[in-house]
């Protein structure tokens, strides 16, 4: 079984900083890109960035420069740094990770349950 589970999510205020931690956990060959995403209320989910197991990021253009995503591969693990934090990017943050397990378990996209944010104004 595989698992990617998220936390950090939190209450803030406007301006403040947040950082949200996934670690994915079970039987796990290799992960490729991880990401996150996020779905503000009554709003589709959207890609806030991505990095590859390389290190390469790509970002939302409308969040470059207050948001960080980086990732530890011996932990498993993919950040998000937001800082400068606005009440648009209230929302359920999740995490999703490109997974090749061991065995005969499902190779592909992974996601987290997702963790609230709220900014405040």
Known sequence: QVQLVESGGGLVQAGGSLRLSCTAS?????INTMAWHRQAPGKQRELVAGITNGGST???????????????????TVYLEMN??????????????????FGDLRRGDYWGQGTQVTVSS
């Open 84 to 101: 400068n934090l606005e009440p648009e990017d209230t929302g359920v943050y999740y995490c999703k990770a490109y997974i090749i397990p």
């Open 58 to 76: 790509n970002y939302a253009d409308s969040l470059k420069g207050r948001f960080t995503i980086s990732r530890d591969n011996a932990k498993k």
């Open 26 to 30: 079970g039987s796990i060959f290799n």
